[in-house]
């Protein structure tokens, strides 16, 4: 009996194998989940990779056929319908911006603002200690003796340090257990600064002295005492000659007035055109130079006591380490220009409704600004323990200078990365981005190379830098950074010059957390997805079966192609045989 049906079996699995069927079989697909932002954060990547792995694909990438994407505390991708999850902790102390200055003097103060995001749960019972360290030596501290309560409430400090050696500073801001990172470039190339009066003017003459007094600038200066008499110093040229202005950051102008319209054009095009920036010191009625100013009213006011002149809220460079102004002649504006921004006020304290008025103000005009000050006899009182004068000058122009673009703008971030991590590369060339009507093409008509140097890393081939048009006169580009930590220089060479930025590699490099976890939340509910916390990551796998339909693929199978039928077959064939040879010996 056992004899036939082993006969039986191999006889059927000899004859299935001639046939050779086929069937239908689904299988699960496990879904392609994109995962931003692992380089910031490596050992969360790992943690979520781990705890997918198996049930769904994680590729570290953008990659077409994505599920579903991940994003780590890091920029948002681009809205595209795929639900989104946010891994981000909104229970903790966050830095959302270190703000420091790309370029700065040597063995002057250069100040590092710091603005906090505290958490929820921490609002209002606790302080922070904001410490900054340049170069791994701790440089400032900073204590924040409380918490505001309330949501989107933000925290700001301001610390310092004085640059020693000319060459990029690495800066680390420490809060909270949390660290972000920045590059200062220390530059001691002076501002070039020129001072134009169309007549002798008092308080043009104390600003010029007061730049003069500090090494940071490069002072020329050119004024008319009489129609046809002048006093120079330096080599200034006339406004005429657009070419050689182009070689100025800044133009002070003293006693607008006196200037005409082929002045006020000039000025207007060495704002457009260079992205300069023009400070006008009005002394008496503007006359046609009113024009720069937007064409706005005026009106004067008269104190029998100086007026005091407080910095507005937000008003820049000039807010921090300067003394007070004080004034008791003001042209006060009878309404501010579109985009304008105050930089000093009538003090709160003042009698006669006065308080609050601007009287000194600043207006973009194309890509530089005019600077107009309203204080008209600021200059008489510059004397004093409280008086504030030169420094105020000081850090507005330094401000107003450190605005106007090089010839060659080379903007990379983070400059301050992980070895591998990629870095964003903006490049601007100046003269084509002013230009009027430049086209997409103007771009590629000049020669544009790129290419990584190792300053103070191990000598290595470099990886290809490749920039490509983006607008007029802009390029953008990707560089995956060296593995090799260390100090790397990015050059960009052009027909219009060369330019360079430092680039550090650190194995523990962090950036800013930009963008606060109520917005990662409302866009990752708007994608279909949620914000989860570090601490609730086991949750994530639930959480993409819910977003993402069940995946299944169907495909033809023909199981007697395998190979391993023939492991049964022998047994049926071998077993058959053995049996009647037994049953044949008997």
Known sequence: MIEHVLRGAALVIAIAGLIDPSVIVERRVPPVIELHGGAADEELAERLARGLAGRFRVVPAPVAGAAARVVLRGRLPAADGLPAFVIADAQRLAIAEVHAPTRAPLHGKVPVQVRLRPPADLAGTSGALVTLQVDGMIADRVAIDELEPGAGVELNATLWFTPTA?????????????????????????????????????????????LEADRRFAVDALIDTAPRSAVASGAPPRLADAVALTRYDVIVVGAPDGLDDADVAALEGFMRRRGGSV??????????????????????????????????????????????????????????????????????????????????????????????????????????????????????????????PAPIVIDAAPRVARPGQVVRIDAALRDIVLQTGASVG?????????????????????????????????????????????????????????????????????????????????????????????????????????????????????????????????????????????????
């Open 442 to 586: 103007a771009a590629t008509e000049t020669r544009v190379e790129a290419r990584l140097e190792a300053v103070s890393a191990p000598s290595a081939p470099s990886p290809p830098v490749r920039l490509w048009p983006d607008a007029p006169g802009r390029l953008r580009g990707h560089l995956r950074l060296p593995e090799a930590p260390g100090s790397y220089r990015l050059v960009v060479d052009t027909d219009a010059g060369t330019s360079s930025t430092e680039l550090h590699v650190i194995a523990d490099a962090a950036q800013v957390e930009a963008v606060a976890p109520a917005v990662l939340e409302a866009w990752a509910k708007a994608q279909g997805g949620a914000l989860i916390p570090p601490s609730r990551l086991e949750t994530l796998g639930a959480a993409l079966d819910a977003a993402i339909p069940p995946q299944t693929t169907s495909r033809r199978v023909h199981p007697l192609r395998s190979a391993w039928w023939i492991v049964p077959f022998a047994l049926a064939l071998g077993g058959e045989w053995s049996l009647r040879r037994r049953r044949v010996a008997r």
């Open 279 to 404: 400070v006008m010191l009005i002394d008496s009625a503007p006359g046609i130079a009113a024009q720069l100013a937007g064409g706005i009213g005026w009106s004067e006011r008269l104190s029998p006591a100086p007026l005091t002149l407080g910095l507005a809220r937000g008003a820049g460079a000039a807010s921090s380490g300067v003394g007070a102004l004080r004034a008791s002649e003001l042209a006060v504006p009878a309404t501010l220009p579109a985009g304008a921004r105050v930089l000093a006020v009538v003090g709160g304290e003042e009698e006669g409704g006065a308080a609050g008025d601007p009287v000194i103000w600043q207006r973009p005009v194309g890509r530089g600004r005019l600077v107009v000050s309203g204080a008209l006899d600021a200059w008489r009182f510059r004397a004093g323990g409280e008086a504030g004068f030169d420094a105020f000058w000081r850090e507005v122009i330094a401000d107003a200078a450190s605005a106007a």
């Open 166 to 210: 000319a060459r990029p500073h690495h800066v680390r801001v420490i809060a909270g257990g949390v660290h972000a990172d920045a590059l200062v470039a220390i530059d001691d190339t002076p501002w070039h600064v020129l001072t134009l009066d169309p007549r002798p003017s008092w308080g043009a003459t104390f600003v010029r002295r007061a």
